[in-house]
């Protein structure tokens, strides 16, 4: 287990934002374990936000902008088993230690969690302008 928890820190990269001696214990978790993972796997994100659409909203593609961006939030705020899907990917590079802090406060991490993607997803709309040109 050891050395799947250093290959995973090692591979994430450093923490992403800041962590003072103010953080709370949630922000920490953060910026050092969530936002790290985020941004790895961002490309597998997009990825499968775009199979979303594609199956579920096909129509996306000639949406306004705004629209598409209330789109990102309703899809991972209301569509639970979507949501899930995308916890499972970011759970999946927790380390042990990690997931023993996970559980103790799942509820607020996982709201933190789900804002920072539609966040990530919101600010890369313009990438779900070009797979429609591809199709």
């Known amino acids: 287990m050891a050395d799947r928890d250093t290959f995973l820190r090692e591979f994430r990269g450093e923490t992403l934002g800041t962590v003072s001696a103010q953080s709370s214990s949630d922000e920490i978790f953060q910026n050092q374990t969530i936002r790290p993972i985020l941004k790895l796997q961002n490309d597998l994100f997009i990825a499968v936000f ?3 659409v594609n199956k579920n909203k096909p129509d996306f593609y000639s949406y306004t902008v705004e629209k598409k961006l209330q789109t ?3 899809s991972i705020q209301k569509d639970i ?3 899930n899907s995308l916890k499972g990917i970011v759970m999946a590079l927790f380390t042990i230690e990690e997931y023993d802090t996970y559980i103790q406060n799942s509820s607020s991490l996982n709201k933190r969690m789900m804002n920072l993607l539609i966040d990530r997803l919101k600010s890369q709309v313009q990438l779900f302008e070009v797979e429609s040109d591809s199709k």
């Open 50 to 52: 775009i199979n979303y």
């Open 81 to 83: 088993k979507f949501r």
């Open 72 to 74: 990102i939030e309703n």
